[in-house]
């Protein structure tokens, strides 16, 4: 299985190489924890440089998993600003924006190597980023792929869904994948808001108190369905907006 043999490349790496705390550039390119690659070196003429364009998704995924906790973009500016003035031979800059990122240094450096490496594994064997989040949310048990959550509903017979709970704090999740953005830009828009909004109210309700996070893929999607929430009472402060920028993550 592929969480096995995972797990046993990761019992091989810790053993033969220590855990790096801090961000750092090298020959392979931008690394951290047990020297998990985040972003590859490439030949660029005399010098080698580190081209961010395009993977700044899969940086957030690792790097959300390492820090348990979204990215901001602010970061990710920090750490592109780092790579290029690396490959440009400015070694003490790059190293001012990684510090500035916030991101660059593993708080609990053992645990945080591991999760960066099992998912830098799982983003390559080509699993889906949403079990990645279901992983990271409840480890060694997560909610199993295409199940959810349901809590009893206050109002009718049945349960409320969830995409996910994390069992040692009780907090619920729902995620909210790709094209959210675009629908709520369309002719349909008014259609997808009050679906939305018609889940929510129900999440709300059954929640019994507990905290909920509504994890998003888009940003946009995200400062548009929180802007909206904020105007209707029964849903203002009642949900927590997070944005994860992974790609592949599934409506």
Request: with cysteine; glycine share 10%.
């Amino acid at each position: 299985m592929l969480a096995e043999r995972l797990s046993k490349q990761w019992r091989a790496r810790q053993a033969l190489v220590p855990v790096q705390t801090a961000m750092s550039f090298g020959p392979e390119g931008l690394v951290l924890g047990a020297r998990t690659v985040l972003a590859p070196a490439e030949a660029d003429g005399p010098r080698r440089s580190i081209r961010l364009e395009g993977r700044e998704a899969r940086i957030g995924a690792l790097l959300s998993a390492a820090h348990l906790k979204p990215i901001p973009p602010a970061a990710l500016t920090h750490i592109r600003k780092a790579a290029e003035h690396w490959g440009e031979g400015r070694a003490a800059l790059a190293e001012v924006h990684l510090a500035l990122s916030g991101v660059s240094t593993l708080a609990d450096p053992g645990p945080g190597a591991q999760r960066l490496f099992l998912a830098d594994g799982l983003l390559q064997a080509g699993v889906e980023p949403d079990a990645i989040l279901k992983a990271l949310i409840n480890p060694g048990n997560p909610t199993p792929d295409g199940f959810g959550i349901g809590m009893p509903s206050p109002v009718k017979a049945g349960n409320v869904m969830f995409d996910d709970c994390q069992r040692r704090s009780g907090i619920l999740f729902e995620y909210k994948g790709p094209t959210y953005a675009e629908l709520l830009q369309s002719s349909i828009q008014g259609f997808v808001l009050k679906k939305l909004i018609s889940q929510a109210e129900r999440q709300v309700s059954s929640s019994d108190g507990r905290h909920i996070i509504w994890i998003f893929e888009e940003e946009d999607a995200k400062d548009y369905v929180r802007n909206a929430f904020s105007e209707i009472p029964s849903l203002k402060d009642k949900i927590q907006f997070d944005y994860e920028p992974m790609p592949g993550f599934s409506i």
